[in-house]
């Protein structure tokens, strides 16, 4: 069988969610599981967290997918709903909408639902991506509360478009604005993600909606989970299955793009860009090859890719390789690959069975 796999580490999960209880203790927390968990299998991580105070989100789908999984815990769909045909099922299923634009609220206010909902109002304090605009938070407020499809309006949310860069003042800026905006409206407020959560206290509120960390990734721009005592959860691991020794001037992979500069060893790793695993990354990202770190040579192919074992000669087909994970910060593959740690977990393709470990 080949032996590339993810194994998710649900122990580490589960300190992780208790490291972000830690950091802010006064809150409760909605649990990031949208896109497949970040790719660590959605269901697989609402179980493991299933001490999260809610979960939160991106679409219908997900949420009925945990709800036919038996997952009873509140679920806000972050989003809220794409469409008034929408709206049935949240009801019926007791889903959590975020409202934020006046389409959503004028649909809701001409629908007819089996039992009214309870709602999030989403306000734009300045990303600039969805939200009623702050000057308009009020009268939203007030609309929601008088929608006979609204049982309750929770309170107010808005997310934060700055928060990894604790030197940016912006971060400050939205939080001020928004409880500045929202000042006397009844119900609940919630800010933070996973760098608000660590680097800005203030931000903290009601409910915090923590995603990376719980994944062991830190959330900050050049940051490793580690310095936050988060653990890594997902581990992308495979194996040698070829190990060549080549001569001087011979070349690597297609195109030639690794020509040997002496006499040395080269291992085949059975996973690739097939497997999720960046091709444009370049020469010298390390894989782990038995523990140590070995440095890639040549082009990422679609099932495999190939590494330097100048520093092992003696590595055999079938020894351990680790791409990212437990030993190698996926944050660490991510600045090589010129992206986010999110990227890349989420990327993982179906063909990569998961193993769990610590169940
Ligand atoms: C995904 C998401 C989060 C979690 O963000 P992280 O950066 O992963 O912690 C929080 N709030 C909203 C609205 C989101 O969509």
């Known amino acids: 069988m080949r032996a590339t796999q993810v194994v998710i580490d649900l122990a580490a999960l589960r300190h992780n969610l208790a490291r972000a209880r830690a950091a802010a203790p006064g809150s409760r927390v909605l649990a990031a599981i949208k896109a497949n968990g970040y790719g660590h299998g959605m269901l697989r991580v609402a179980r493991a967290l299933d001490d999260a105070d809610g979960f939160g989100v991106a679409c219908l789908a997900e949420a ?4 036919e999984a038996g997952v009873t815990q509140p679920v806000v769909l972050l989003e809220g709903f794409f469409g008034a045909d929408e709206l049935e099922a949240i009801a019926r299923h007791r889903f959590i909408p975020a409202v934020h634009n006046l389409a959503q609220l004028e649909q809701l ?6 039992q009214p909902l309870t709602v999030w109002l989403k306000v734009d304090s300045g990303m600039h991506r969805l939200g009623f605009p702050l000057q308009q938070a009020r009268a939203a407020w007030q609309r929601l509360h008088a929608c006979p499809s609204v049982a309750e ?8 478009a700055n928060a990894d860069n604790l030197d940016d003042s912006f971060t400050a800026t939205q939080i001020a604005e928004f409880h500045r905006h929202t000042a006397g409206l009844p119900g609940q407020r919630s800010i933070a993600n996973s760098a608000a959560l660590l680097g800005w206290p203030e931000s903290h509120s009601d409910w915090v909606r923590p995603g990376i960390m719980l994944y062991g990734i830190s959330p900050l721009l050049g940051g490793r989970g580690e310095q936050h005592g988060l653990k890594p959860v997902m581990t992308l691991r495979s194996e040698l299955i070829a190990v060549n020794h080549l001569k001087r001037g011979e070349a690597v992979g297609y195109g030639g793009a690794f020509v040997c500069p002496e006499d040395m060893t080269v291992g085949v790793v059975a996973a690739g860009y097939g497997d999720g695993y960046p091709r444009h990354v370049p020469n010298g990202v390390p894989v782990l090859v038995n523990g140590r770190r070995a440095p890639l040579i040549g082009r990422v192919s679609m099932d495999m890719l190939t590494v330097d074992l100048r520093g092992q000669p003696g590595a055999r087909p079938g020894d351990p390789v680790v791409l990212w994970g437990e030993g190698l910060p996926v944050e660490e593959i991510a600045e090589h690959a010129g992206t986010i740690a999110y990227e890349l977990l989420c990327r993982v393709m179906p063909r990569v069975d998961a193993v769990e470990n610590g169940a």
Not at 64 to 67: A, E, M, T, Y
Not at 109 to 114: D, K, N
């Open 109 to 114: 206010e001409q629908a007819r639902l089996s």
């Open 153 to 160: 309006v929770t309170g107010c949310m808005t997310h934060l």
């Open 64 to 67: 009925i997918q945990l709800r």
